[in-house]
């Protein structure tokens, strides 16, 4: 199966059946030195980051409204390796986005904070998938997405309206899967809320919130992967 997704299109999904593989990852099998050495530049850079436990795909494909694929626990200091080496033919990255819409129809993002991996980055609050996020060996979309939202931006997604089908939009290394959510509040009062919760947090993954209210208020840095997120949400009226 390997990687067999459009890429670069807005896709329907209806069915996620990514499981996680209990064998090691081939790339960190085969990369050892190489992790070890670059992990070594990496914290140099940036000490506060810690070697925990993320995962990456082996195989990713879709059909007929259905992703199915395969993922391996892996160290964070081999995704980094692999960050940098990408495209890997071997290995890619999936991760869920709960895409917050507020009242007054704008989207609410985040920056992130200038000690993590993608200081300055702009994009929907989201994770790299780990272990705790799969039930019996399948993904659990929704857990994640409630997870990474509460810890980053203190919501609920339990407070908000999720729409029922979810979205990937594929690159060369990278899936996002995406499901929409629909706040009872206004785009400044989502953010208001954000903002508080970040003032009290004692050690803050985000700089703060970012609204986005049309393709003419596009944030500096925003990821690669979230115009066109934008864009189809705001085709959409």
């Known amino acids: 199966m390997a990687f067999d997704i459009p890429r670069n299109q807005i896709l329907p999904v209806d069915v996620v059946d990514v499981r996680l593989d209990p064998e090691p990852h081939p790339f960190e099998r085969d990369n050892a030195e190489a992790i070890a050495a670059n992990w070594a530049a990496e914290k140099a850079l940036k000490p506060a980051m810690f070697d925990g436990t993320v995962v990456l795909l082996s ?131 989502v953010a208001a809320r954000i903002e508080r919760f970040v003032a009290g947090d004692p050690d803050p993954e985000i700089e703060g919130p970012v609204i986005i209210r049309g393709m003419g208020d596009l944030p500096d840095n925003l990821m690669p992967h979230m115009r066109p997120l934008v864009e189809w949400h705001f085709s959409k009226g």
């Open 59 to 189: 195989e990713l494909a879709y059909a007929e409204n259905r992703l199915t694929g395969h993922c391996h626990a892996v160290r964070f200091s081999t995704f980094m390796l692999w960050r940098k080496l990408k495209p890997i033919s071997s290995a890619e990255h999936s991760f869920a986005h709960a895409m917050l819409i507020s009242s007054d129809n704008a989207l609410v993002a985040i920056r992130m904070g200038a000690h993590t991996v993608n200081a300055g980055k702009v994009y929907f609050a989201a994770g790299s998938f780990e272990p705790e996020d799969f039930r019996d060996g399948l993904v659990d979309l929704d857990y994640n997405m409630a997870r990474e939202v509460r810890e980053e931006t203190g919501l609920e997604l339990g407070e908000a309206r999720g729409e029922e089908r979810c979205y990937a939009l594929s690159g060369d290394t990278g899936t996002a899967i995406v499901r929409c959510y629909h706040l009872a509040e206004t785009a400044d009062e």
